[in-house]
């Protein structure tokens, strides 16, 4: 039964690419640039899907026995920053969301590819894909004084060292550029003052995403036998959680303390994401899942404060919980979801205890990361209540809030991440069950 059950789930897996294309194709408001994007959508997502079914059946070998339901749920967590891409891309009006499409394709290639060739093309392309999205959305320097391009080109240029075993050692770095941790990829912690904090979190997810599974599936940190070596990366995560959240608490800009709260729990999720990969897929995706769903609903949320109020200082703003209570509401949840469940540093400290055996320093990197919550909760807790709370700033022009069916979304979207913090192994079991656990 579980074997004919994980046929259907791998089936199901390569046809993901169109029932993504088809839930992408909804988020338009204008149908003639919906039906561009639909059928472009609909085009590339077939194409990849039949050559990967053909590919698949003249080598089945070449797919790993876990591959179908783990890539599925990579894939999910995927498809939700990929159609928001889609529809601030729309809204833009330039590319029609073809680019966020074609950020759709290369990210599901590389996640089904079975062969480290086609996920280098593929990746590849998810690297052209996000560098063209932020010159649509940024121009060609979106974080300041360190281009994009800079890692871009880096891991375009590391990840075939993987075909070479003297030099193989060296393509994990090719994804950690996309993985922060102290005192190196800095530019994850920032934002562009103009333009959509969605969208810029959006990308940062995605290729979050992605570097954990190409770790995981091509590229194996080379350490993780290594005591002292683990402890220092641990020791390096750690930091970089605390630097994130010092940048947020410093932070007076609304949107950049968010990015910086963001990139703190992405070096608070990172080595027990990488680790739980090859142990416990459900657990890793489980913090994956608990990271994505507030990242992007906090990025919604500060986009909507902006364009409502025409501000974007902390101290600009007050007193909004009158005009806006949806939007009060949901960034109060939503601020204690992001650092609190499933997700917060002693969550993450059990699961490293659990997996870790005799290393007592994980038990020090579990004190950092508690500590780094605690800072990080200091910082959204201060901004909430700037934003939210106190007398309205005097001249504030007339502000709607956020669209009762938008916020219902976004209320359904705490359901999964409560459900899965009491009880984080659910789909390690379910991944079991089907034959595609460890």
């Keep these: 039964m579980s074997e004919a059950f994980g046929k259907v ?34 085009g590339v997502m077939f194409l990849i899907a039949a050559f990967l079914i053909v590919l698949h059946r003249s080598k089945p070998e070449s797919f790993v026995p ?19 891409l889609v529809k601030y891309e729309q809204e833009q009006g330039q590319t029609a969301g073809i680019l966020s499409f074609l950020f759709l394709f290369f990210a599901t290639g590389f996640v089904l590819s079975p062969i480290p060739s086609l996920a280098l093309l593929f990746w590849w392309g998810v690297l052209g894909a996000s560098y063209l999205l932020f010159r649509v959305f940024y121009g060609s320097r979106p974080t300041g004084n360190l281009p994009f391009a800079l ?27 996309f993985m922060p941790f102290f005192p190196f990829q800095r530019w994850m912690s920032f934002t562009p003052r103009t333009g959509s904090a969605t969208v810029w979190i959006s990308v940062r997810t995605v290729l979050f995403i992605l570097s954990a599974w190409g770790i995981h599936r091509w590229a194996p940190l080379p350490f993780f036998a290594n005591d002292s070596a683990l402890d220092a990366f641990f020791g390096v995560c750690g930091l ?11 932070e007076p800009v609304a949107r950049k303390r968010i990015a910086a709260a963001i990139f703190s729990q992405m070096a608070m999720c990172t080595p027990i994401v990488l680790m739980e990969f090859s142990r416990h897929t459900g657990t890793a ?31 600009d703003m007050g007193g909004l919980f009158r005009e806006m209570p949806r939007a ?39 004190g950092m990361a508690i500590a780094g919550v605690v800072l990080l909760q200091w910082a959204l807790w201060l901004a909430w209540e700037q934003i939210f709370l106190g007398p309205p700033k005097a001249g504030a022009l007339p502000m709607a809030d956020i669209p009762s069916r ?33």
Excluded: C
Aim: no cysteine.
């Design 240 to 250: 970089a959680q605390i630097q994130g959240a010092l940048l947020a608490l410093g």
């Design 9 to 42: 789930v791998e089936g199901l897996l390569l046809a993901a690419p169109l029932g993504g294309a088809l839930a992408v194709r909804f988020f338009g408001r204008q149908s003639s640039v919906s039906k561009q994007s639909g059928r472009v959508a609909l």
């Design 406 to 438: 938008l916020a219902g979304l976004l209320g359904v979207s705490l359901l999964p991440i409560l459900f899965l913090g009491i009880w984080p192994g659910l789909l390690d079991l379910i991944l079991w069950s089907t034959g595609g656990g460890k």
């Design 66 to 84: 876990n591959l179908p339901v783990t890539g599925l749920l990579v894939l999910l967590a995927l498809w939700f920053p990929v159609a928001l």
């Design 285 to 315: 995706m489980v913090l994956v899942f608990s990271l994505l769903f507030p990242a992007l609903a906090l990025g919604l949320l500060t986009d909507h404060l902006e364009r409502e109020t025409r501000r974007q200082n902390l101290s």
């Design 151 to 177: 890692p871009v080109l880096l891991s375009g240029f590391l990840f075939p060292l993987a075909f070479f075993p003297s030099a193989g050692s060296y393509a994990s770095l090719a994804f950690l550029l």
């Design 328 to 366: 009060d509401r949901l960034f109060f949840l939503f601020v204690l979801m992001l650092a609190a469940v499933p997700g917060s540093g002693l969550f993450s400290g059990v699961l490293a205890s659990n997996t870790g055996g005799e290393n007592h320093f994980l038990w020090v990197w579990a």
